[in-house]
């Protein structure tokens, strides 16, 4: 299974709900900066700023600068421990239901 630090690392980045907004929206925009980010948001510049060194530690984005603006950018290998995980579980589920599904046959055929 994954690392247990990493996936813990992105599900608490993406706990937060502002962040996981901020995340959404790079995501839909391809490429946006801060003020873009910010702009709409009810959220602060510097707040915004945060949510980003979050995302950035965690790998979920990337920033390119362009003279006085920088470029985020999301990063979908970031989001690879989340998808193992939920593979896993997937797994282990879809198990379960089947085993379900012939015990109730068994019960009530």
Do not use: C
């Not at 709900?17 to 925009?29: D, H, K, L, Q, S």
């Not at 950035?56 to 193992?84: C, F, H, I, M, S």
């Not at 879809?94 to 109730?104: D, G, I, P, V, W």
């Amino acid at each position: 299974m994954i690392e247990a630090a990493t996936i813990n690392t992105v599900m608490r980045t993406l706990a937060d709900p502002t962040r996981r907004a901020v995340f959404e929206r790079i995501v839909r925009a391809n490429e946006i900066t801060v003020v873009e980010l910010t702009r709409g948001s009810g959220v602060t510049q510097g707040a915004i700023s945060q949510h980003l060194k979050s995302l950035k530690q965690a790998g979920l984005v990337t920033e390119r600068p362009e003279g006085r603006n920088v470029y985020y950018r999301a990063q979908p290998e970031g989001l690879e421990p989340l998808v193992d995980w939920m593979s896993h579980y997937g797994v282990f589920w879809r198990e379960r239901f089947a085993n379900l599904k012939t015990l109730l046959k068994e019960i009530d055929p």
